[in-house]
């Protein structure tokens, strides 16, 4: 009944937060505001919710996959809970990793040290971060990650990502769900990408999932991925995932959107998971949260701690554990 009666106070706020959203872009549908085109390929890659529908990733898949075929790659960030004070920001990965996290935000580092090859600039303005990553870098190929409700700048693709785990018929708009917009403005899409797919997954879920997406959208191009782990990081180093020893008591703890996903991809590689902690998302480690990690640890008497690439690099290393903490490297895998 809290419930109910919670969404029903919520339900005015998110029908003034609709008619904005959609006022904003139907400005810029009939050019009230201006919309800016650069002189390259742009290709946007973006979600309607909130929360992690597997954005990194499929950006550091992309990069690579232009990076390939020998173009030039400047990945443009909004740099989210970032902390660093410059309006405009080129990730660098020389420094320590906890510093650089904070400065340009933990997602825009995590794809600068993945993706050396190309540049990463976090800034608001993300159109003049992308005409300095055409002046300085000559750049061929912009991904402008997280950018489907971006629309100041043009793109050539808008690549719409979807997760399978979401119960789309079950939305709200924000505030009462997860929702940044309507369901009608998947129509934007040039492509659409159902991510984290499991193994085991439904059939008759994934084609109901595909009919809902085509209601709206007829004409994008849809694929399917699934999250794959790649390799486990001890110490800044990267260790084949059969080198990881399966029957360790083992404690895992995250800081991100979707912490189910995680803790079903640590099930999936059958990891002896006796204790899980979740922390918000974009969490940042203080003393008091690394002292609880230990309490945890021994309390639970756990052998190793796991945790997520976007955790790691946040965990300095003075922390008294750090030799048993372990961090999954996820890639992404595409499907028929």
């Not at 971006?150 to 708009?173: A, C, G, M, P, V």
């Amino acid at each position: 009944m809290k419930t109910n009666f919670s969404q029903y106070l919520l339900w005015p706020i998110g029908k003034i937060y609709e008619l904005i959203t959609n006022c904003r872009i139907q400005l810029y549908k009939y050019k009230i505001m201006e919309s800016i085109t650069l002189p390259c390929q742009v290709v946007s890659v973006g979600n309607l919710t909130l929360g992690g529908t597997g954005k990194t990733p499929y950006t550091i898949y992309l990069a690579k996959l232009y990076l390939s075929q020998n173009k030039r790659v400047g990945i443009l960030s909004r740099g989210y809970k970032r902390q660093g004070k410059n309006a405009l920001d080129i990730v660098e990965t020389n420094k320590d990793s906890i510093l650089a996290a904070k400065i340009y935000g933990d997602e825009p580092y995590l794809i600068a040290k993945n993706v050396p090859q190309a540049v990463v600039i976090v800034s608001a303005d993300r159109c003049k971060a992308g005409q300095l990553a055409i002046d300085q870098y000559q750049t061929d190929v912009l991904i402008l990650d997280d950018g489907y409700q971006h629309l100041r700048l043009n793109r050539n693709e808008n690549i719409l990502l979807i997760d399978y785990n979401s119960d789309f018929t079950q939305e709200k708009l924000f505030p009462q769900g997860r929702l940044r917009e309507s369901f009608k403005n998947i129509k934007r899409a040039t492509q659409i990408i159902i991510t984290k797919i499991p193994i085991d997954y439904q059939e008759e879920t994934l084609t109901q999932l595909i009919n809902f997406l085509k209601q709206y959208n007829s004409s994008a191009i849809i694929s399917k991925t699934r999250l794959i782990v790649k390799n486990f990081s001890y110490q800044n180093n990267l260790l084949e995932v059969n080198s990881f020893k399966l029957n360790q008591k083992t404690l895992a703890f995250s800081g991100i959107a979707n912490e189910p996903n995680f803790i079903n991809t640590l099930k999936s590689l059958n990891i002896k998971l006796i204790h899980q902690m979740k922390f918000s998302d974009h969490h940042w480690y203080n003393q008091n949260d690394l002292d609880l990690l230990i309490k945890e640890f021994n309390t639970y008497q756990a052998e190793v701690l796991v945790t997520t690439t976007k955790d790691y690099l946040k965990i300095p290393k003075s922390f008294p554990l750090y030799n048993k903490l372990y961090a999954i490297e996820i890639g992404l895998e595409f499907f028929e």
